[in-house]
């Protein structure tokens, strides 16, 4: 079982959807929780960053931390085609290492 | 701001070849330092790490090697080149959080 689990997808929803991205993960000694957009042939950005359990909004993006069932997820409201891209979710328990998922990839349709 | 640079951004390499990949930083000091290859449609593996000069991690045994010759300088090395090191090879950079900001990216294929 790897340490943290992601559908790959691709996830295609219609433009203006909601939508709900998903990682899982096995150890629960992870505090620190991030969501990075990477566009083909890109390097990753980082986009929201999240210490311990709870939720934390910005813009259209939100993350939600639930440690208890170590689940984590990233909603975009009012998703547009420039938001086509893949969506890795990474996560620590030390101040060196992320471990990663393997990463969704989003198609956000016209 | 800080910013991070890697070069080349593109390389083609015959089998048996050596490669030199670069990735330097500006706008901080003494940042941690990733080396990352991603194999198309995979995640990231982590192959090197280094929080300062001369002090590298790896995490991965392969034909791969890394150098910190300067404090916001990482070199990415091999003598010869596998065909199975084609990837996209990307550099990260990082302070006292966990946050890692990454680089543009070098896509190397080796044939």
């Known amino acids: 079982q790897k340490e943290v689990e992601q559908d790959p997808g691709p996830l295609s929803v219609p433009e203006g959807a909601i939508v709900s991205l998903n990682c899982t993960y096995s150890n629960s000694a992870f505090q620190y929780f991030m969501w990075y957009r990477q566009y083909s042939r890109k390097g990753p950005e980082l986009l929201m960053y999240?210490?311990s359990s709870g939720n934390k909004e910005d813009g259209r993006f939100t993350a939600q931390v639930d440690k208890s069932s170590k689940y984590i997820s990233l909603f975009i409201r009012d998703s547009q085609p420039s938001d086509s891209a893949t969506y890795l979710c990474?996560?620590?328990?030390?101040?060196?290492?992320?471990?990663w998922g393997a990463g969704t990839k989003l198609i956000i349709k016209p | 701001s800080q910013t991070i640079h890697q070069w080349p951004a593109t390389l083609v390499q015959p089998v048996g070849s050596p490669l030199s990949l670069e990735c330097t930083v500006e706008g901080t000091s003494n940042p941690n330092l990733y080396w990352y290859r991603q194999a198309a449609g995979r995640g990231l593996q982590l192959l090197f790490y280094s929080v300062g000069i001369g002090q590298i991690s790896s995490e991965v045994p392969q034909n791969l090697s890394a150098s910190r010759p300067q404090d916001r300088q990482f070199i990415l090395s091999s003598k010869k080149l596998l065909l199975s090191d084609s990837g996209f090879y990307l550099c990260a950079w990082s302070t006292s959080s966990n946050e890692q900001f990454f680089g543009p990216g070098t896509r190397l294929t080796v044939l």
């Open positions: 990474a996560m620590s328990d030390s101040n060196y290492q992320l471990i």
């Open positions: 999240t210490y």
